[in-house]
């Protein structure tokens, strides 16, 4: 359910008292004059802090900055982190790579604001959920210089989009989201490779966790292993935690005690990376 804008509000007294300043609303991008915005975390103290940018999910077609991937603000903000949640175009109006470069757009921006915002440069990492998770491993493996970052988390994300549409064929919102049709042509297997992560892997890309349940019936969760399988084979570090049992989405995880480890896992392991 998309949270109202009154709901949202309410949670910013929350946020606010609980030791930094919440942001909303501000536009770091406008593609095509149509504006995108993004949320801010920006924790009491001197800084620079290291940073997250936080890209949510909705299979490319649905959802904002404030949905899906929620579960995950109240850790990064209690580990001290300065983070970012962001909008991005969305398919079928708008076409890959659209979602990507507002993804890039929203690097470039942090950056370019960091004073403002206690943003470390050198200490950025990306975190993306389920259709968010497959824009971040793009973006991890792809950008360099202004739009490189430090480290990368993928929930779930669709890392090899060729084996997941021979797995479980071309769903519409795949169909809208790459421009293609239902049929597995040689140019829609040219369009599926150009646009996943897993075909840009290099020795000197930034390092990924990969947090997936293994009864996910959205992607498989193979998807995660073999990706990070391919890194360590080109020389790149990466790491998987999995957890047992667990559908798709962090939404679903918050109703079973036995799957919130990956909160204690995401923190630790993004301190690790981004010291």
Request: net charge positive; proline share 8%; with cysteine.
């Amino acid at each position: 359910m998309r949270p109202t804008r009154a709901i949202l509000l309410a949670a910013a007294p929350l946020l606010c008292a609980a030791g930094g300043d919440w942001k909303t609303d501000i536009e770091f991008s406008r593609p095509m004059g149509e504006p995108q915005t993004l949320d801010a975390w920006v924790p009491e103290g001197k800084g620079p802090f290291p940073t997250v940018i936080v890209v949510h999910g909705g299979g490319w077609t649905n959802g904002h900055k404030g949905t899906y991937v929620t579960p995950v603000f109240e850790p990064l903000k209690q580990a001290g982190f300065t983070w970012f949640t962001i909008d991005y175009r969305l398919s079928p109006k708008h076409k890959f790579p659209a979602a990507t470069d507002d993804t890039f757009a929203a690097i470039e921006w942090v950056k370019a604001h960091a004073k403002e915002y206690k943003v470390d440069t050198k200490r950025i990492a990306l975190l993306g959920e389920s259709a968010g998770g497959h824009i971040v491993a793009y973006c991890g493996a792809t950008g360099k210089g202004k739009r490189s970052v430090r480290a990368v988390v993928d929930f779930y994300g669709g890392n090899d989009l060729l084996a997941l549409a021979k797995a479980r064929g071309l769903p519409k919102n795949m169909q809208g989201f790459l421009g293609i049709g239902p049929e597995m042509t040689p140019q829609a297997e040219a369009a599926l490779n150009a646009a996943s992560g897993q075909t840009y892997i290099r020795k000197n890309m930034p390092p990924f966790l990969f947090i997936h349940g293994t009864e996910d019936q959205a992607v498989p969760y193979r998807q995660s292993p073999d990706m990070c399988a391919a890194m360590k084979q080109a020389g790149a570090r990466c790491e998987v935690y999995t957890v047992d049992g667990a559908p798709h989405g962090v939404g679903p995880w918050e109703k079973n005690p036995a799957w919130q480890g990956y909160k204690v896992k995401m923190i630790e392991w993004l301190k690790a990376e981004l010291k």
